[in-house]
């Protein structure tokens, strides 16, 4: 694992059908980033010109390195010298990787309504807290990260930094790719699940304590309520069970034991 500090709890936003599922057969789904809906998930460019020449050759020869590339005398000049090739070169690489992961994500955040709206069908879904101590615990192929926020693409030397930081050939590059995103994210303060055994595993199993509490959406209507208590008592969870209100008198929620 790479060295951060979790909050103690972490919440998780579902449409309503997505949540039933996640109730029903004790498991946490993952998705694949390249199917996010940000253009720059996994494929962003490194910022090339602000680079030093010396980190831009070691970085070809790692990349080249990592992907087994026999790279001619012809190869290097050309990537040294073709910001263009250079970028495609790390896109590409990028995106091999990626479609080898799967991410499932979460907040610090359960008052946003953004993220009601957005994640969680215009409140008439669920968001679900999480332990994040369970949550690293879920599985050893599994990491927790949380997505850091920026203006601007990374460095070559930014890049080479963080491969320096673990033995492991693949999870700095895994996390660069995973883990930074645009600032005009930043809302949403962002942490990832990322599952290593993506594709053959694409679901994990999770035990009853990783779930804390269940908040539902202020437009979740009664018959819904019945149905989730129904759901839980067969299940015996014991989970505690909130709605949320809009409140009266200023912009925000408050929360209502039910």
């Not at 910001?83 to 896109?91: A, D, K, M, Q, V």
């Amino acid at each position: 694992m790479l060295e951060h500090n979790p909050p103690q709890s972490l919440y998780k936003f579902f449409k309503w059908h997505r949540f039933i599922s996640l109730i029903s057969t004790g498991e946490l789904y993952f998705s694949n980033p390249l199917d996010f809906n940000d253009p720059y998930d996994c494929i962003q460019q490194l910022d090339f010109p602000s680079s030093s020449e010396g980190d831009i050759n070691d970085f070809i020869l790692k990349m080249a390195s990592d992907q087994r590339k026999k790279l001619t005398p012809a190869d290097l000049l050309s990537l040294r010298t073709n910001i263009t090739l250079l970028n495609n070169f790390y896109r590409k690489a990028g995106k091999t990787a990626a479609r080898n992961v799967g991410v499932t994500c979460f907040t610090e955040k359960l008052q946003s309504f953004p993220m009601w709206a957005h994640y969680a069908d215009n409140h008439k879904g669920v968001a679900v807290e999480f332990s994040s101590q369970h949550l690293e615990k879920l599985h050893p192929m599994i990491n927790l990260w949380p997505v850091s926020y920026t203006s601007t693409f990374p460095t070559v030397g930014e890049w080479m930094e963080n491969e320096k930081k673990t033995s492991d050939d693949n999870l700095p590059f895994l996390k660069m790719l995973l883990t930074r995103k645009c600032d005009q994210w930043k809302q949403e303060q962002e942490w990832r699940l990322v599952n290593l055994q993506y594709p053959s595993q694409k679901t994990i199993k999770y035990g009853t304590q990783i779930i804390t509490k269940i908040f539902l959406g202020a437009q979740v209507k009664q018959k819904n309520i019945t149905i989730i208590k129904n759901l839980l008592s067969q299940k015996e969870l014991n989970h505690s069970i909130f709605q949320m209100k809009i409140s009266s008198n200023l912009y925000g929620f408050s929360t209502k034991a039910i």
